[in-house]
């Protein structure tokens, strides 16, 4: 009964920035952690920063000192900050999360944004 939704995508030029916004919705209890993954064409999907309920983070490596991952837990909803975009970031971004209803616990995706990084 849990869904994410993913929004803020779209085209920036070298350089700029985007903010992704994923929602999740339904009857939550506890979110454990969530993610942003990506999918780049010809390219298998990849973690691209995680968020835990601790606060703790961890990124890729290819967006380390550029993105940022943050929450707001009392909305339930995650972010990806992203500065400096770079063509090679153009990929559908997908928002996970590991989250306990009242039904279950399971990992839920997003349906994905597409980002477009092009002058």
């Known amino acids: 009964q849990v869904q994410l939704v993913e929004s803020g995508g779209g085209r920036v030029p070298p350089g700029g920035s985007l903010t992704l916004s994923c929602a999740a919705s339904g009857n939550i209890l506890n979110i454990n952690a969530m993610a942003w993954y990506r999918e780049a064409p010809g390219k298998q999907r990849e973690l691209v920063a995680r968020?835990?309920?601790?606060?703790?983070?961890n990124y890729a490596a290819s967006v380390q000192g550029r993105f940022t991952i943050f929450n707001d837990n009392a909305k339930n909803m995650v972010y990806l900050q992203m500065n400096n975009l770079k063509p090679e970031d153009t990929a559908v971004y997908y928002c996970n999360g590991d989250v306990r209803s009242a039904y279950d616990e399971a990992w839920y995706w997003g349906q994905g944004t597409q980002v477009t990084v092009s002058s």
């Open positions: 968020i835990y309920s601790t606060g703790s983070t």
